[in-house]
């Protein structure tokens, strides 16, 4: 009898932890699925701007946002594979593009800043002061100074090279002489240039966040032609039903809020601007 009792409570007391352990690991379950998945770019996460928004999203919903962070094409194909919930890109006719194949829902500007050209402190193509990138970029072309390209079928590899091809100039075809191309990020790409002494293309806010700027000085900014327009986009869940319709709806609602774009303006680095909000409607649902 003793026997059978002590085997009964071993086998209460056994239950009992089974219970309590379904019980606390409850909640984790619960919150572990409460996260969508961002492809976007590296010029947004390497500014430190998602450090900063996306902690004030989850703390009012309580959802987390896990960012994959690539180059704007390769970003959309992540995105047209159903490996995300939400995009948020830099260059509008892919984005567009995405939305008129059916892998987008519908398309919003979110935010924008600018694209800059950087050299080297002596300048040797002799740019600075000159009056717009058209000019600059004929310069290095015509008087083959290095220039690093990021090489990558990113947002600023994309605008870079329609840049190129506004003065009819293909400088792929000088891959490996003047013209380089590292395939990497923003970050990458201007320590090669750094450390080359050479010209490239960047976006401002991944410049301001940038550390090794020692070597490097602007030439070339604040012309119509280096705006830099982002969008934010909800993968179609027609074409992929596994992607989380709701809370990615959430988080753009929140992003195209008076709430989620004062973050977005709100973030700076030495009191510098590095993305202006400019969604030009509130919450779409």
């Excluded at 998945?37 to 989850?58: C, E, H, R, V």
């Excluded at 006719?93 to 059916?102: L, Y």
């Excluded at 075809?173 to 013209?179: I, L």
């Amino acid at each position: 009898m003793p026997i059978n009792r002590t085997i009964s409570r071993g086998l209460s007391l056994l239950l009992l932890c089974f219970v309590s352990s379904a019980f606390l690991c409850l909640p984790y379950t619960v919150s572990a699925k409460q996260f969508i998945t961002l492809a976007s770019t590296t010029s947004t996460d390497n500014s430190g701007l998602y450090q900063f928004i996306l902690p004030k999203f989850t703390k009012k919903t309580g959802i987390n946002v896990r960012v994959v962070a690539v180059g704007t094409g390769q970003a959309l194909r992540i995105a047209r594979n159903g490996d995300a919930d939400v995009l948020i890109v830099h260059h509008r006719s892919s984005e567009e593009k995405f939305v008129a194949d059916g892998y987008g829902i519908e398309r919003f500007d979110l935010m924008y800043n600018d694209f800059i050209l950087v050299g080297p402190k002596n300048d040797p193509a002799r740019i600075k002061g000159l009056t717009g990138i058209d000019a600059a970029l004929q310069k290095i072309a015509s008087s083959k100074t290095l220039f690093v390209s990021r090489g990558d079928d990113s947002g600023t590899h994309k605008r870079e090279l329609s840049l190129w091809r506004r003065q009819n100039i293909d400088p792929r075809r000088q891959s490996g002489t003047w013209y380089r191309e590292t395939g990497s990020g923003m970050g990458a790409t201007l320590n090669t240039a750094g450390a080359m002494k050479a010209y490239t293309l960047t976006d401002r806010g991944t410049w301001l966040a940038f550390k090794n700027r020692f070597r490097l000085v602007i030439v070339v900014e604040r012309v119509p032609p280096l705006k830099n327009q982002y969008g934010v986009i909800r993968v179609n869940e027609k074409r992929h039903p596994h992607v989380k319709t709701k809370l990615a709806q959430k988080f753009i609602d929140w992003l195209l809020s008076p709430e989620g774009q004062a973050a977005i303006g709100s973030f700076r680095i030495n009191g510098q601007v590095l993305f202006t909000p400019n969604a030009k409607s509130g919450p779409t649902r």
